[in-house]
């Protein structure tokens, strides 16, 4: 089984949202979670609770801190060196939590940190954490450090974001909504505009998020047998739909590994076929790209046009369609986020020779590389050699 992970931000996604809707979904992980938030809170912190309530006619999960007295309330009038990002950070380290629960509860931690310091011009060491000041939100942040860590490789998409609308009222005055953390954290990610107000996703909401997707936004799930479903809700009621943060778990089929990578394309009309071929030979050589297929199609004014289409990891796609721009005469160029279905493959050698290995569904297959064959004058005698080696 290969988990993947969809969420839909129906009401917004929140730290409690995330963990709610998760342990909605994987009953069996609320001891742990709850375990690792127990050891990271101090004793008057007040206790987790999981209870079980209704959102506009659905049923939902809501987590919640309950007892005790947040830790912020009566330092008003100076930081609090207990949230500070460095203070913080060693709380998390010096737990004795759950494998792998510290690790990803700190990273979430570090991009709000990181988000924080951009906004504010401030040193990583010296971000003081507003909105993480009460105890109820770093213990989302350890409470999903732990999920995360549980579910081992699990791959995770997300449904546009809603944008919220209006202003929130912070530690440093009142902002536009999404806070500027958020923004910061989520640019690249799709949001939408559903006509709902006020703030629909919050910056430990939007940590959790960059961090299980990998900083590589992916609007939909791949496919698969549908496996279990949560709803975590938040604490405010929509006009006109539950505030829930939804999860649905997919058993991914076997056999082959699904990643996106971007497309790249451009036609072009006025080029010698030796100004194509250089400019090919040097895309091909870029770090990121992955593949170039050049077509001949037919363009406007019934010209005959060569097809120029890139694959390249996301990561590297500003650069070489900058690239592209430099090489070619294009003006503008096509980009498109496509997913792939990839076979595990290995390189290996066989009778001495280059081969490559492909994991098949039903089988494994393996070819000699095409330089090894090189050395045959005619077709027949290229296949009869690879045919006796394999």
């Not at 997707?213 to 799930?221: E, F, L, Q, S």
């Not at 020779?353 to 045959?376: C, F, N, Q, W, Y």
Request: net charge negative.
């Amino acid at each position: 089984m290969r988990l993947h992970l969809h969420l839909d931000p129906l009401g917004g996604i929140a730290g409690d949202m995330f963990v709610a809707a998760m342990l909605d979904a994987f009953p069996d992980l609320t001891d742990r979670v709850l375990a690792d938030v127990a050891a990271v809170l101090p004793r008057d912190a007040g206790t987790a609770r999981l209870e079980r309530g209704m959102s506009r006619g659905m049923s939902v999960l809501r987590f919640g801190l309950h007892g005790g007295h947040a830790h912020d309330h009566h330092h008003h009038h100076h930081h609090d060196h207990a949230t500070t990002y460095a203070a913080l950070r060693d709380r998390i380290g010096a737990a004795p939590l759950s494998e792998g629960s510290a690790h990803h509860a700190c990273a979430i931690l570090h991009l709000i940190a990181l988000a924080e310091a951009a906004a504010h011009d401030l040193p990583l060491e010296k971000v003081h954490f507003h909105e993480l000041a009460d105890w109820d939100s770093l213990m989302d942040v350890v409470a999903a450090g732990s999920i995360v860590a549980a579910l081992g490789d699990a791959t995770w998409s997300c449904a546009p974001l809603p944008l919220g609308r209006g202003t929130i009222r912070t530690a440093h005055g009142i902002l536009p909504v999404p806070a500027p953390a958020t923004a910061r954290i989520l640019q690249g990610y799709d949001w939408i505009d559903d006509g709902i107000g006020g703030e629909r996703v919050t910056p430990t909401g939007a940590a959790i998020l960059a961090h299980v997707t990998g900083g590589r936004p992916a609007p939909t799930p791949p496919g698969g047998r549908m496996g279990a479903t949560g709803m975590g809700a938040g604490t405010r009621d929509l006009s006109d739909r539950p505030n829930v943060l939804r999860v649905t778990a997919f058993d991914i089929a076997q056999g082959a590994d699904r990643d996106r990578v971007v497309q790249l394309a451009c036609d072009l009309d006025d080029m010698t076929g030796e100004e194509i071929g250089a400019a090919t030979d040097r895309l091909r050589d870029m770090p990121g790209v992955l593949d170039l297929t050049l077509l001949n199609a037919q363009g406007k004014k019934s010209r005959p046009v060569t097809r120029m289409e890139l694959l390249c990891d996301p990561a590297r796609a500003e650069a070489v369609a900058a690239r592209m721009f430099d090489l070619t005469s294009t003006i503008g160029i096509r980009r498109t986020e496509v997913a792939r279905l990839v076979l595990p493959r290995c390189s290996t050698t066989v009778a001495g020779m280059p081969a490559k290995t492909v994991g098949r569904p039903g089988s494994t297959t393996t070819k000699i590389e095409d330089e090894a064959l090189r050395a045959h004058e005619t077709l027949a005698s290229r296949r009869a050699a690879a045919k006796n080696i394999v």
